[in-house]
């Protein structure tokens, strides 16, 4: 498949940045323009600004900080608004996007059930493949991170062991 457009939705949580490390990574290897957005949902947390200009000056500075460490990646930032999953989904499809990347809370159970999942809901609806970022491991209080297995040290073989038997 090649990439020509990833789509990264973001939220400035840390899920969102580990999916921003993939998708300019992503960007990189095939050449692929991202698109970052974040979309205002006059439902969400749009409220807890003063005034709507305030809070998309600074929804618009987040996003613009909003950038992959390589800088050879072309990027294109953009506000939206509307409800998350939809027009996440709706600009997926009027972009183009081959791509869509994005940072998953990792919610199972009872919180996905009153909550929702906007990652979900994408998956459902996009155009194109989702590909979603989610911690492995929760640590100590909010804390999140990738979790590798240490390799197991081999223990050594009794000098005889390997060779077959002579009987």
Known sequence: MKLTKILLPTDFSAHSYEGLRT???????????????????PAGKLGTWPTTDEARNHLGQLLLATQPACSDVTVTHTILEGGTAEE????ARQQHADLIVMGSH???????????????RVC??????????RPK?????????????????LE????GSHTPSST
């Open 88 to 91: 996440i989904v709706r600009f």
């Open 124 to 133: 459902d609806d996009a155009p194109c493949p989702v590909l979603t970022i």
């Open 106 to 120: 990792g919610r199972a159970g009872i919180p996905r059930v009153l909550l929702g999942s906007v990652a979900a």
């Open 137 to 153: 491991v929760r640590l100590l209080g909010e804390t999140k991170a990738w979790a590798h297995r240490k390799p197991q040290a």
């Open 23 to 41: 998708a300019a990574a992503l960007a990189h290897q095939s050449g692929a323009e991202l698109l970052i957005v974040h979309v205002i949902d």
């Open 156 to 159: 050594p073989r009794s000098p």
